[in-house]
């Protein structure tokens, strides 16, 4: 979970200066766009267009490396699902094993597009601050009537800012937990449920007691879910305005 | 220019808390606010900002009265709150994030938060520190963030509610010279603790509770005349002394005072003026150290 705080790499590259908002509608509107192509020739555009996006953005290739390797197993599962279990022409065949070439190309294509996404959007976490990518998209729902359920674009920017910042804290306190456990005498490898529950009951109450503390602070520091302002000023330039109005066009070219 | 009258409060589960807490804070006050856990002391303090309303009686900060649900927010900018932990309070992904939460709250526009955030970070010591994130920060450095944080909100008084108990000593140090500044500065300061040392040399005015009473109230001299057990070693000595005969106050607790108390008794004050005693004062001092 530290990676999805280190992802950013600070930077002054045009993709940098973008309004964090230019760069979560493009990666919407990007996302769908992958996810909707067929053919082999229009994902090596975007591959082609990714690589020009990295290098402009000045990241280095680790970061990248590092946001797929997680999801490594996943991919691989997905790949052989399609290799194995799509109808067609078989590559060879050992008894109900049996890959097909149909398949080799749809597990390609699919894990490709996978791949993409992920790029993609380590590529907007990569050139913007976490709370950048909290404000736009508070921004962005706060034009939507949200109140309507009882919820507020303000309250959903806080949840998630305070997610990024207290997950690290959370796994500290588990640890603890843990050692504290060891240290009585607790074989973690002998009885894994056991393990399970009474690890899971300290960090509950733990959980619980760190929020309610939070809460008190919030609330003494005066915060109101309803309105809030920003120590950062979002700014929509010229630029942006050139980004969006380019992917919506290329947006609209996919579809004729 | 905080007034308490006759504060009784229970928790909802029917513990008495507080139990007929009279009291008054003037402005620019340092008070603090000592006793055992469980005395009421957290319980008093967080009445101060309405976190908690009066069972019985009632509470005026700066002439609004704490019931008085519309006000809540101008409380809570007058009278700002610093807790223990330095991580649960800690709500920004960097220090300038944190500090600037409370003026967000306030919904100032941007440039103004920008101005009160490098303030109060350069009042605390931390400016230079302010794109950190809070693992890359120590104890007493999150503590004075959240100091900073308060300060941003710009509020007449602060409450520091056990600030340095899960500090080293170097960390607690510093907390306390930030403290001293702040109170320095006109800002009134009301510090809830349980190590009576560190604060018997800044504090106007002791405040002792037991069992959601006040059970004294007065200066740190007035105070070491009055406890019995738990007192600095300084204190302890000098009552030994006093005990065996020596012409001595035991009212004392800093090391210089002691001093020129005992060099006193021993019949040197007459001969050695004042300065040159503090002198050899602080040399006793620093061989301590």
């Known amino acids: ?256 | 220019m905080i007034h308490i009258n006759n504060l009784s409060y229970r928790y909802p589960d029917g513990t008495l808390a507080l139990d007929g807490v009279d009291m008054s804070i003037e402005k620019g006050e340092f008070v603090a606010l000592i006793g055992k856990n469980g005395c009421g002391k957290t319980t008093l303090v967080r009445h101060l900002n309405a976190l908690l309303t009066p069972t019985e009686g009632s509470i005026s900060v700066f002439g609004m009265d704490t019931k008085n649900k519309s006000g809540v927010w101008n409380i809570r900018q007058t009278v700002g709150m610093v807790f223990q932990n330095p991580q649960t309070q800690f709500v920004g992904t960097t220090l300038e994030e944190d500090v600037a939460f409370g003026p967000e709250n306030l919904t100032l526009p941007p440039n103004e938060i920008r101005k009160r955030v490098d303030r109060s970070l350069r009042k605390v010591g931390l400016l230079e520190y302010k794109t950190h994130a809070p693992k890359a920060l120590s104890g007493g450095q999150m503590q004075r963030a959240a100091i900073a944080g308060v300060l941003a909100m710009e509020p007449e008084c602060i409450v520091l509610d056990e600030v340095t108990s899960m500090l080293d000593p170097e960390s607690r140090g510093n907390v306390l010279d930030t403290i001293q500044q702040l109170h320095q500065s006109g800002k009134t300061i009301i510090y809830v603790t349980q190590r009576i040392e560190e604060i018997l040399p800044l504090a106007d005015r002791i405040v002792s509770m037991n069992n959601g009473k006040i059970e004294f109230m007065g200066t740190p001299h007035k105070y070491l005349a009055y406890v019995e057990s738990d007192i600095p070693a300084i204190t302890n000595l000098m009552r030994k002394l006093k005990a065996k005969g020596f012409d001595v106050r035991d009212d004392v607790f800093a090391v210089d005072d002691a001093f020129l108390e005992i060099m006193k008794a021993w019949g040197m004050g007459k001969e050695v003026d004042g300065v040159d005693m503090l002198d050899g004062a602080d040399k006793v001092n620093t061989d301590d150290g």
């Open chain 1, 1 to 256: 979970m530290d990676e999805l705080i280190l992802s950013y790499v600070p930077g002054t590259s045009p993709l940098h200066k973008l309004d964090p908002r230019t760069k979560l509608v493009a990666l919407m509107v990007t996302s769908i766009l992958v996810l909707q192509t067929a053919t082999f020739p229009k994902l090596g555009l975007f591959a082609a267009s990714f690589v020009l996006l990295a290098y402009l953005s000045g990241v280095g290739t680790g970061v990248f490396v590092r946001s797929i390797r997680p999801m490594l197993v996943f991919f691989t599962f997905i790949f052989l699902m399609h290799l194995f279990l799509t109808e067609g022409d078989p590559i060879f065949r050992i008894g109900v094993i049996r890959p097909t070439f149909e398949g080799l190309m749809a597990g390609t294509l699919i894990t490709a597009r996978f791949v993409l996404l992920i790029l993609f959007a380590s590529l907007l976490t990569a050139t913007t601050r976490s709370t950048m990518i909290t404000n736009g998209i508070e921004r962005l729902l706060r034009s939507l009537p949200l109140k309507r359920i009882g919820l507020s674009s303000f309250d959903i920017a806080t949840m998630m800012s305070l997610s990024i910042r207290f997950v690290p804290v959370l796994l500290d306190n588990a640890r603890q937990i843990r050692y504290a456990q060891i240290a009585r005498g607790l074989d973690i490898r002998h009885n894994i449920f056991r393990t399970a529950s009474t690890t899971i009951t300290p960090m509950i109450r733990e959980s619980v007691s760190t929020a309610d503390e939070l809460a008190t602070a919030m609330e003494s520091r005066c915060y109101q879910g309803d309105f809030r302002t920003s120590l950062f000023e979002l700014k929509m330039r010229a630029a942006d305005w050139g980004v969006l109005c380019g992917i919506g066009g290329l947006a609209v070219l996919s579809y004729v």
